[in-house]
């Protein structure tokens, strides 16, 4: 039995996250979902596990087997209508063995009042046996391998007897994504028997390899909409990935007006000299080991701004850590300005040799919400501001001036008021406030919207040209291609290619990010 | 703008509010209320508790409860007591009492910041220890002259008609204020406080700066119990565990002042006035002897209640 989505439009403050899609999922095939990010495939998944209901007067349809409704109201809806899904999140308790995960969701079998252990196992072998997973119930979750647990995650969502004779689709959301490409494709070889029962599978992944070597069609997402339906047979990886990418991002104008002050102005104010030119490396990694960094080398000099793409495994989400001194390498050189970094680097001592790191993932690890805007930008430099609050007025005057900053009058308002881009603006002023020789920034425009954007790649140029060395890393890894002067893709933890002058373009970024 | 301005004074100085109008209701109920006499005795007997709130203020800013201060003083006030019958003079039996509680401070600091015990866990265990010490140390049994007579009257003695360890109090106060509001230190503890993870990123030493708190916690507590052992002069090992209750009520109400959401001197030093104006006036009007004690729980649980954000956001807007 198929299942059907039809127009359905998904809409919050200020974002269409999905326009009038419709797709059919057909029983025995195995259908990808892809997708930049933002580009609203786990909006899909959530308006068909019933986290999310479509817009009211968008005339939805949501058909599963033979039922047809509006909207599904909550995720036990979902699950009752025969909706099955493998979360990117395992559920699997690590220190429970895998006969007790299995029963915290089909409830343990008793016997006199006890668990009857006995039949607890035969239960679960029963359960595997389905699909065709060998492994001992008695062995502890954290000993397994990630594609046993993602196999066990989906033997738990699909179940066994009456639930699996309810089970009407079974989707796939981004259940690949935190396991290494080998282990993925022991995991997927399973989910094949599972739409060879006749069960539809929405398969949702950043993965073009598995994409084109496992499914039967694809529905590529941009922007909330349905923008390429295709068989896998008539498609090619170059076709996908040059749907995904977002439209050219309006290079537009991005109000071009003086400014009052420049980055020049506020170190001057604050005594800090611009770095001294030199032609020398300020950063260079020389065959270093760490979690999966597997024997990088690379470097960069003053004023150069350099991306640093790649796929999820490829060692670019532990890089910016490391750079910053949060994680620490195992094996190998790491020089900045032409000295060693201690293998006891932290934060701190990172920050004192001259390399200044703007974290990902700003509520958590760059902004302090219930403080206000000043304490945030001066944070880590309290100490050139105590007992001089002429000074801290003036650097504010001219931080909020350069970064664009709004509303800037009131310096002393709580961080959280301020909006998503005008924080991000004023994060990046405190940590271009030190005047750092190499500045790594770690997906700084995420949840931003465009006009900060630009700002923040203009000012990421102005740096630039005052001999700061920039690296970038991105979620959006196509934007790069307008700010930066070189790229390097990393792959498996080593860089696997360059991309200079003409060669950097949004399509040749995708290929190293998507494929 | 006028009324604004007042709308604004009366949100960030509510408990400030609540005092006066205390004061004036009292000064009407009765008449040996609002002299300099009954303040002075209203005031000393809350300067223990105000030392106990402003040591405990330190860590609930960078984010840990130290439970163990109410047991840190009967350790402190024990230690003097056992030193000054091994015939210590008066000032060194004021010092090592001192220097007692910056010791239990480094300690506590040790458990939780270097072993990396949860500090509700650490600090509630080192209390027990602190607890045993100030029971074991003379057997259970209370030493009195711990203090000479001289040293006792010069303490007892008033400055503007106000006692001298209120004034000392005061003073404490104003230098924690200094540090907390209007240095870097203070800055990084607030930090520290509200996210750990932000200010490692940023280069803070975030390890020395909880270590800190407890050593500060310590040292305040250790000039409130040399205080305490030089105003009364006797050594009771059951002092401690009473500031408890009435000190973190203090602590919990400052929130409700001056910054509102987080931890703060000018709160905590009208909280005092507040609370101690409170008992005594109730007190004078004949209240039973128990009534103190359910109205600094009350308070507590009233202040985590304001506490939670949603009724926050709507007292500031």
Same mark, same amino acid.
């Given at each position: 039995m198929a299942v059907q989505v039809k127009n359905i439009s998904v809409s919050f403050p200020g974002v269409k996250a999905l326009q009038n899609v419709s797709m059919e999922f057909k029983p025995g095939q195995i259908h990808a979902v892809v997708g930049a990010n933002g580009s609203g495939k786990s909006t899909l998944v959530k308006v068909l596990t019933g986290v999310y209901k479509p817009d009211s007067n968008c005339g939805s349809e949501i058909i599963i087997g033979d039922v047809s409704t509006k909207s599904i109201d909550s995720p036990i809806i979902a699950s009752s209508m025969g909706i099955r899904v493998v979360h990117q999140e395992s559920p699997l308790v690590k220190t429970f063995t895998v006969g007790e995960c299995v029963a915290l969701f089909e409830g343990y079998p008793k016997r006199n009042g006890k668990i009857d252990w006995k039949a607890l196992n035969k239960n679960v072998k029963d359960l595997f046996r389905i699909y065709d /997973?060998?492994? #001992?119930? #008695?062995?502890l979750t954290e000993d397994l391998t990630a594609s046993e647990r993602n196999m066990i995650a989906m033997a738990i969502a699909m179940g066994r007897d009456e639930k699996l004779k309810k089970t009407k689709v079974l989707i796939l959301d981004e259940a690949d994504a935190s396991i290494p490409e080998a282990e993925a494709e022991k995991f997927l070889v399973h989910v094949r028997k599972i739409a060879d029962m006749g069960i539809p599978v929405i398969m949702v992944t950043h993965r073009m390899k598995s994409v084109m070597k496992f499914c039967d069609d694809v529905f590529v997402l941009n922007d909330g909409k349905l923008v390429y339906q295709g068989l896998i047979s008539e498609t090619s990886e170059d076709l996908l990935v040059s749907k995904m990418m977002k439209q050219d991002d309006s290079e537009s104008k991005a109000n071009a007006q003086a400014k009052k002050y420049t980055l020049g102005n506020l170190w001057d104010a604050l005594n800090i000299k611009a770095p001294e030119s030199t032609n020398n490396e300020v950063l260079s990694m020389t065959d270093v080991y760490a979690e999966n960094i597997d024997g990088l080398t690379f470097s960069v000099k003053q004023g150069e701004i350099l991306g640093i793409i790649g796929i999820k495994d490829s060692g670019v989400v532990e890089l910016p850590k490391i750079l910053g001194g949060e994680l620490r390498i195992s094996k190998g050189s790491y020089k900045i300005n032409g000295k060693e970094v201690s293998l006891k680097a932290t934060p701190r001592s990172i920050h004192q040799s001259g390399l200044s790191l703007l974290p990902c993932d700003r509520p958590v690890n760059s902004s302090i919400m219930p403080l206000t805007l000043k304490d945030n930008v001066l944070l880590p430099n309290e100490f050139r501001f105590w007992h001089r609050s002429t000074l801290s007025k003036n650097v504010m005057k001219m931080v909020t001036d350069i970064f664009d900053v709004i509303p800037g009058h009131d310096i002393n308002m709580m961080f959280?008021?301020? &909006? +998503?881009?005008? *924080? *991000?603006?004023a994060i990046l002023a405190k940590w271009l406030l030190s005047c750092p020789s190499v500045f790594v920034l770690d997906d700084p425009t995420y949840g931003v919207d465009p006009a900060s954007r630009m700002r923040i790649f203009e000012k990421i140029r102005e740096a630039a040209e005052k001999k700061v060395a920039i690296i970038i890393f991105s979620t959006e890894p196509e934007q790069l291609a307008n700010v930066c002067s070189r790229i390097i893709a990393l792959r498996n933890g080593k860089v696997a290619g360059e991309l200079k002058g003409d060669e950097l373009t949004r399509e040749a970024i995708a290929r190293w990010c998507y494929i | 703008m006028i009324k604004n301005f007042f709308k604004n004074i009366f949100v960030k100085y509510i408990s400030l509010v609540i005092t006066i109008l205390l004061f004036v209701a009292f000064s009407f109920a009765s008449s040996s209320f609002a002299t300099v006499k009954n303040m002075n005795v209203i005031l000393v007997g809350r300067v223990t508790v105000g030392f106990f709130a402003l040591a405990s203020l330190i860590p609930l800013i960078a984010g840990e409860f130290d439970i163990s201060l109410g047991y840190m003083i009967g350790a402190c006030i024990m230690v003097g007591g056992k030193l000054s019958t091994l015939g210590l003079s008066d000032w060194s039996v004021l010092f090592f009492?001192?220097?007692t509680g910056i010791l239990l401070g480094v300690f506590n600091g040790f458990l939780t910041v270097t072993l990396n015990i949860p500090s509700t866990i650490s600090t509630l265990g080192s209390g027990m220890i602190m607890y045993s010490i100030s029971l074991g140390l003379c057997g259970g049994k209370s030493i009195s002259n711990v203090i000479s007579k001289d040293i006792v009257k010069l303490f007892r003695a008033n400055f503007l008609g106000f006692n001298i360890t209120i004034w000392i109090l005061l003073l404490v106060a104003v230098l924690v204020f200094y540090l907390l509001e209007l240095t870097p230190f203070g800055k990084q503890i607030y930090a520290? =406080? @509200? &996210?750990s993870r932000v200010s490692y990123l940023a280069g803070i030493r975030i390890k020395l700066i909880r270590m800190m708190s407890f /050593? @500060?916690? +310590?040292? $305040? $507590? =250790? /000039? =409130? &119990?040399?205080? !305490?052992l030089a105003k009364s002069g006797n050594a009771y090992p059951d002092t401690g565990p009473t500031y408890l209750m009435p000190g973190l009520a203090t602590v919990f109400l400052s /929130?409700?002042? !001056?910054? $509102? =959401? &987080?931890?703060?001197?000018?709160g905590t030093v009208i909280s005092i006035f507040m609370l101690g104006i409170l008992f005594n006036g109730v007190n004078l009007l004949g209240a039973p002897f128990w009534l103190e004690s359910v109205v600094n729980g009350l308070i507590l649980m009233a202040v985590v209640l304001m506490n939670r954000k949603d009724s926050r956001q709507a007292l500031q807007e």
């Amino acid at each position: 039995m198929a299942v059907q989505v039809k127009n359905i439009s998904v809409s919050f403050p200020g974002v269409k996250a999905l326009q009038n899609v419709s797709m059919e999922f057909k029983p025995g095939q195995i259908h990808a979902v892809v997708g930049a990010n933002g580009s609203g495939k786990s909006t899909l998944v959530k308006v068909l596990t019933g986290v999310y209901k479509p817009d009211s007067n968008c005339g939805s349809e949501i058909i599963i087997g033979d039922v047809s409704t509006k909207s599904i109201d909550s995720p036990i809806i979902a699950s009752s209508m025969g909706i099955r899904v493998v979360h990117q999140e395992s559920p699997l308790v690590k220190t429970f063995t895998v006969g007790e995960c299995v029963a915290l969701f089909e409830g343990y079998p008793k016997r006199n009042g006890k668990i009857d252990w006995k039949a607890l196992n035969k239960n679960v072998k029963d359960l595997f046996r389905i699909y065709d /997973i060998n492994v #001992d119930p #008695d062995l502890l979750t954290e000993d397994l391998t990630a594609s046993e647990r993602n196999m066990i995650a989906m033997a738990i969502a699909m179940g066994r007897d009456e639930k699996l004779k309810k089970t009407k689709v079974l989707i796939l959301d981004e259940a690949d994504a935190s396991i290494p490409e080998a282990e993925a494709e022991k995991f997927l070889v399973h989910v094949r028997k599972i739409a060879d029962m006749g069960i539809p599978v929405i398969m949702v992944t950043h993965r073009m390899k598995s994409v084109m070597k496992f499914c039967d069609d694809v529905f590529v997402l941009n922007d909330g909409k349905l923008v390429y339906q295709g068989l896998i047979s008539e498609t090619s990886e170059d076709l996908l990935v040059s749907k995904m990418m977002k439209q050219d991002d309006s290079e537009s104008k991005a109000n071009a007006q003086a400014k009052k002050y420049t980055l020049g102005n506020l170190w001057d104010a604050l005594n800090i000299k611009a770095p001294e030119s030199t032609n020398n490396e300020v950063l260079s990694m020389t065959d270093v080991y760490a979690e999966n960094i597997d024997g990088l080398t690379f470097s960069v000099k003053q004023g150069e701004i350099l991306g640093i793409i790649g796929i999820k495994d490829s060692g670019v989400v532990e890089l910016p850590k490391i750079l910053g001194g949060e994680l620490r390498i195992s094996k190998g050189s790491y020089k900045i300005n032409g000295k060693e970094v201690s293998l006891k680097a932290t934060p701190r001592s990172i920050h004192q040799s001259g390399l200044s790191l703007l974290p990902c993932d700003r509520p958590v690890n760059s902004s302090i919400m219930p403080l206000t805007l000043k304490d945030n930008v001066l944070l880590p430099n309290e100490f050139r501001f105590w007992h001089r609050s002429t000074l801290s007025k003036n650097v504010m005057k001219m931080v909020t001036d350069i970064f664009d900053v709004i509303p800037g009058h009131d310096i002393n308002m709580m961080f959280g008021k301020f &909006s +998503g881009g005008n *924080q *991000q603006k004023a994060i990046l002023a405190k940590w271009l406030l030190s005047c750092p020789s190499v500045f790594v920034l770690d997906d700084p425009t995420y949840g931003v919207d465009p006009a900060s954007r630009m700002r923040i790649f203009e000012k990421i140029r102005e740096a630039a040209e005052k001999k700061v060395a920039i690296i970038i890393f991105s979620t959006e890894p196509e934007q790069l291609a307008n700010v930066c002067s070189r790229i390097i893709a990393l792959r498996n933890g080593k860089v696997a290619g360059e991309l200079k002058g003409d060669e950097l373009t949004r399509e040749a970024i995708a290929r190293w990010c998507y494929i | 703008m006028i009324k604004n301005f007042f709308k604004n004074i009366f949100v960030k100085y509510i408990s400030l509010v609540i005092t006066i109008l205390l004061f004036v209701a009292f000064s009407f109920a009765s008449s040996s209320f609002a002299t300099v006499k009954n303040m002075n005795v209203i005031l000393v007997g809350r300067v223990t508790v105000g030392f106990f709130a402003l040591a405990s203020l330190i860590p609930l800013i960078a984010g840990e409860f130290d439970i163990s201060l109410g047991y840190m003083i009967g350790a402190c006030i024990m230690v003097g007591g056992k030193l000054s019958t091994l015939g210590l003079s008066d000032w060194s039996v004021l010092f090592f009492t001192l220097l007692t509680g910056i010791l239990l401070g480094v300690f506590n600091g040790f458990l939780t910041v270097t072993l990396n015990i949860p500090s509700t866990i650490s600090t509630l265990g080192s209390g027990m220890i602190m607890y045993s010490i100030s029971l074991g140390l003379c057997g259970g049994k209370s030493i009195s002259n711990v203090i000479s007579k001289d040293i006792v009257k010069l303490f007892r003695a008033n400055f503007l008609g106000f006692n001298i360890t209120i004034w000392i109090l005061l003073l404490v106060a104003v230098l924690v204020f200094y540090l907390l509001e209007l240095t870097p230190f203070g800055k990084q503890i607030y930090a520290v =406080g @509200l &996210s750990s993870r932000v200010s490692y990123l940023a280069g803070i030493r975030i390890k020395l700066i909880r270590m800190m708190s407890f /050593i @500060l916690a +310590g040292a $305040i $507590i =250790g /000039i =409130g &119990s040399a205080l !305490y052992l030089a105003k009364s002069g006797n050594a009771y090992p059951d002092t401690g565990p009473t500031y408890l209750m009435p000190g973190l009520a203090t602590v919990f109400l400052s /929130i409700t002042t !001056y910054k $509102i =959401g &987080s931890y703060n001197v000018p709160g905590t030093v009208i909280s005092i006035f507040m609370l101690g104006i409170l008992f005594n006036g109730v007190n004078l009007l004949g209240a039973p002897f128990w009534l103190e004690s359910v109205v600094n729980g009350l308070i507590l649980m009233a202040v985590v209640l304001m506490n939670r954000k949603d009724s926050r956001q709507a007292l500031q807007e």
